[in-house]
RNA sequence: GCCGCCUUAGCUCAGUCGGUAGAGCGAAUCACUCGUAAUGAUUAGGUCGUCAGUUCGAUUCUGACAGGCGGCUCCA
């Protein structure tokens, strides 16, 4: 037998070998269990492949994104083959890694119940004792054909995967058929005989075994290929870790993640409900949420005037002309509320501002000097959101948008467009808001009748927002398709405590509506030209926004927008009228304050006040009014006894208008 | 909208194999007046989501609807 020479890497090591031809990747990292593939030329390998005279062989460890999709990948297989022992008919569909797991998807008469997931659960663990091995077998669409005849869908991706539209198949299809040669993955029992098989393109971990820790989730829904025309399958959705500790610090973080739900918190601090007589998707806001709410609205109404915005209003419903003139009818008439119709004429609830924005700049002639024209409104939408999709205050059918439009010429619309996405951006910081990246959304040409406007308007209008974007430093995603109908957009995306991305603030460049509504401005040289308008709003939605903001900050509020700023705490009910005249002084200060003058005792009024995440406590016993002073206690615990009123008064104010957290 | 699950006191939940229900917290009242995360006692509070059906009898079984939850699809 002939040698061959091979470079291994492990943990940033590398090192030259010569091996003896047909070496095998995993005689390499024998030493070491924690690798369980190879990435060989670039290509992630199972650690049985064979190496090749030249090859750079890289470990990839379990711990590490390649090596956890590979084990969640390979945990998925040992969900089919469990589900398929127990479901003998069900039909397998795809079962790709994802984001802290994997899923797979199956056709099968009835739905998973819980019961059957604790089955299919204990199957799997039989399924990884047995210390079955992956093991992978070059195929050819022929021959896959007849040994899949009994797995429709698997024949649906190898017929698509002929027509070289892998990615276009299903989110996930190309775990099961890559771009090269198609290939199956036997597990095979300890005698070596073949006790399930699945077409996947790889890599997998040698064994069963070497899956530590897993664990099933639940199972929904979901339509075959992301098609809601096409059936929907079972889909059963599990996590999978190098380690039982990293397993229970995922399924703890969950845990985290459900105490800063918005809508729990919504509950428990008293911000805001929903009640079932309004309908679904129709918040109120109690008075603690209306703080919170009127101090983000204080604040956007404020800055947009200082950026140069006229404040305007409009009303909530509208002929439905105006929504033919704009071009949203065609496009969005199923997201509207049905018309009502009275007096000869159908009206609408709006479900944008923009056109009545329009109607204020067509009320009058417009020179080129009023340019750019900024109008800004908190503008109340309503939007018939499908019901499974309503979410708290995140997803709801009717809100307040921070909109606003800045009518400019052309050559004013970068300047324009880089102006309003600096306020955004500087919004998000003031909020405390850093987890978020931005995305453009742009036309999909495949699809024309979505978009109106010529090739070159798109393109020049995309250019436009892509240069700000890529200015702003941030990190941006591309989002082909997501484009509105009349032009292009900038978005703000920012996660939520379960880890959903919602849009928040938005930039777009409309070259469209000013064209329906014939809006125009009187040029330099007496000509009649045609404004450009940007559409932006910086929270978004002013109902989403606070959710975000709800779950950002767990509730844990800065003291600038806590309900509640300072809770006064009486040692004993003497104590009280001291309080109330500094409770006083604080409300002169402008300061939200309470006196808990209920009868509990004081030990229960400071539970109370960190339960509901009151920034600051200020305590009164007869030490303290003797000393004319308080005890500061803050909301981590720490306090500063005999604290001089007026000092206690300016530690708070100073802590509201710098905005910080405390 | 689709699939599945859920809906009992203000909140979190228990319970009734079909004979109209309980706890803790919260609330109210009383006592206690207390120095850093729950003082004690008493009381009130529920046509068991709504409407039908089956039944001598339905909170319990069935169906429809409403609302919620998890996904999918969608998201100006």
Not at 34 to 52: K, Q
Not at 76 to 96: S, Y
């Amino acid at each position: 037998m002939s040698d061959i020479s091979i470079a291994r890497t492990h943990a940033d090591v590398r090192e030259e070998r010569t091996v003896t031809a047909g070496t095998r990747a995993w005689e390499l990292f024998a030493e070491q269990p924690d690798v369980i593939a190879a990435r060989i030329g670039g290509e992630l390998r199972d650690l049985s492949h064979e190496l090749a005279d030249g090859d750079e062989v890289e470990a990839v460890e379990i711990t590490s994104p390649d090596g956890l999709d590979i084990l969640r990948h390979s945990t998925a297989h040992v969900l089919a083959q469990a589900v398929q022992a127990l479901f003998p008919e069900a039909k397998l569909g795809i079962g790709p890694p994802i984001t802290d797991g994997f899923y797979y998807d199956f056709d099968v008469e009835t739905p998973f119940t819980p019961a059957d997931l604790d089955k299919i659960e204990t199957r799997m663990r039989k399924i990884i004792k047995e210390n079955q091995r992956f093991s992978r077998r070059v195929t050819t669409d022929a021959d896959a054909l007849t040994e899949l005849q009994h797995e429709p869908y698997k024949l649906e991706l190898i017929a698509l995967k002929g027509g070289g539209a892998a990615e276009d198949a299903a989110e996930g299809a190309s775990v099961e058929v890559g771009a090269g040669e198609l290939t199956i993955y036997d597990n095979t029992g300890r005698s070596g005989d073949v006790v399930w098989k699945d077409l996947c393109r790889g890599p997998h971990l040698p064994t069963t075994k070497r899956i530590p820790a897993f664990k099933l989730m639940r199972s929904a829904a979901a339509y075959w290929r992301g098609d809601e025309k096409n059936k929907q399958l079972q889909r059963i959705y599990g996590t999978a870790w190098a380690t039982k500790e990293d397993l229970e610090a995922h399924l703890h973080r969950l845990e985290e993640a459900e105490r800063r739900d918005h809508r729990k918190l919504g509950r428990e601090l008293d911000l805001f409900s929903f009640p079932d007589e309004l309908g679904s998707g129709l918040p109120v806001f109690h008075p603690k949420g209306g703080v919170i709410k009127r101090e983000m609205e204080d604040y956007v109404r404020r800055r947009h005037i200082e950026e140069g915005f006229s404040y305007v209003g409009t009303p909530h419903i509208s002929k439905d002309g105006l929504f033919h003139t704009s071009g949203h009818l065609p496009y969005y008439a199923d997201t509207m509320f049905p018309p009502m119709e009275f007096e000869g004429s159908n009206y609408q609830l709006k479900a944008m501002n923009c056109p009545m924005h329009n109607l204020i700049y067509a009320s009058r002639g417009r020179s080129y000097r009023e340019l750019p024209l900024r109008l800004f409104e908190f503008g109340s939408v309503y939007r018939y959101e499908k019901s499974g999709v309503i979410h708290g205050l995140t997803r709801v059918r009717g809100f307040a948008q921070d909109d606003s439009h800045s009518y400019c010429t052309p050559e004013q619309a970068p300047a324009e467009v880089e102006h309003l996405l600096d306020f955004m951006l500087s919004v998000l910081r003031d909020f405390g808001l850093d987890d978020f990246y931005l995305e453009l959304s742009t036309r999909d040409d495949s699809k024309p009748g979505k978009f109106v406007g010529t090739e070159e308007q798109w393109a020049t209008a995309t250019k436009v927002l892509e240069d700000v974007a890529r200015g702003s430093g941030l990190e941006l995603v591309p989002d082909p398709g997501g484009a509105a109908f009349y032009g292009p957009k900038i978005s703000v995306q920012a996660k939520d405590a379960i880890g959903r991305t919602w849009q928040m603030g938005t930039v777009q460049y409309d070259f469209n509506q000013p064209q329906g509504f014939g809006l125009e401005y009187a040029a330099a040289d007496g000509s009649r030209q045609q404004p450009v308008m940007i559409h932006s709003a910086k929270f978004g939605s002013i109902e989403r926004f606070l959710g975000v903001l709800v779950e950002h900050y767990a509730g844990v509020f800065p003291p600038w927008l806590a309900p509640v700023q300072v809770q006064a705490i009486p040692v004993a009910e003497r104590h009280v009228d001291y309080l109330y005249d500094v409770a006083k002084r604080l409300r002169a200060a402008g300061i939200r304050v309470e006196v808990d003058d209920s009868d509990d005792r004081m030990q229960k009024k400071i539970r109370n006040a960190q339960l509901q995440k009151v920034p600051f406590m200020v305590i009164v016993g007869d030490q303290d009014v003797e000393a004319g002073a308080v005890s500061f206690r803050y909301r981590n615990g720490d306090q500063d006894n005999g604290v001089p009123i007026e000092d206690a008064v300016a530690r708070v104010v100073d802590a509201v208008a710098a905005r910080t957290q405390v």
